[in-house]
């Protein structure tokens, strides 16, 4: 079945810093990919997304490339804020697995003045 | 001008007590769908409805019924409330197969 993984957290960091939270993803279809975040107390938004291999997807300084090479969504982010802190969940909607979303694990970050 | 809204935010009940959370949305969508986080953040889908039909139920005890009296609204029912219910549910919408949109989030504690 489809699976996500994403890379331990919880990662801490400084302001400005650089960032990249890892994903990677299994699935039998052909996926889009979404990184979701969630800031504290809320539910969860819709950061960017990829819809076919070599798309990028960006949004608030975030990007994310579709590598179906390596079967990859990996984020980053040039320079951090405080306000970045929160939750990011990496997740997969496969053609064959209708609508749903497959999420993995959430990395938290926290980003310090 | 909320698009995905739940209550209660934070419901706190009893051990075999039997509670709804509703949800409703305004953003014309044909799908719902419920989802659990758990402790650790971990998100897992519970339920999807397109227009009013069942078209995900996952391995969920039996003791949870959702219920779609119309395309807007999805509402989660759940008899015999246990400890391992404590989680946060979500509720999201979506145009397509692909991008949702999520509620806030109910807060469900057992005690």
């Known amino acids: 079945g489809d699976s996500v993984t994403q890379m331990e957290g919880p990662v801490t960091l400084s302001e400005e810093a650089f960032l990249t939270i890892n994903c990677t993803y299994t699935?039998?279809?052909?996926?889009?990919l979404f990184w979701y975040v969630q800031y504290p107390g809320e539910g969860l938004q819709l950061l960017l997304k990829?819809?076919?291999?070599?798309d990028k997807g960006s949004n608030k300084g975030f990007e994310a490339t579709y590598r179906k090479e390596t079967t990859s969504f990996h984020l980053e982010k040039g320079s951090v804020q405080v306000s970045d802190s929160a939750v990011y969940f990496c997740?997969?909607?496969?053609?064959?697995?209708?609508?749903?979303?497959?999420f993995g694990e959430g990395t938290q970050l926290t980003v310090n003045p | 001008d909320t698009a995905v809204s739940q209550t209660p935010k934070y419901l706190v009940t009893q051990m075999g007590n039997d509670k709804s959370i509703k949800c409703e949305q305004n953003?014309?969508?044909?799908?719902m769908y419920w989802y659990k986080q758990d402790s650790k953040k971990f998100l897992k889908i519970m339920f999807s409805?397109?227009?009013?039909?069942?078209?995900i139920n996952e391995t969920v005890p039996n003791r949870f019924s959702p219920k779609s009296p119309d395309k807007a609204h999805l509402n989660l029912h759940i008899n015999s409330l246990e400890l391992g219910d404590s989680a946060v549910y979500f509720c999201a919408s979506s145009p397509s197969i692909r991008e949702q949109f999520f509620g806030p989030g109910t807060r469900l504690t057992v005690l």
């Open positions: 997740a997969l909607s496969d053609t064959t697995s209708g609508s749903r979303l497959t």
């Open positions: 990829a819809t076919k291999a070599d």
């Open positions: 409805y397109n227009n009013k039909e069942l078209i």
């Open positions: 953003l014309g969508h044909d799908t």
């Open positions: 699935a039998t279809g052909y996926p889009s």
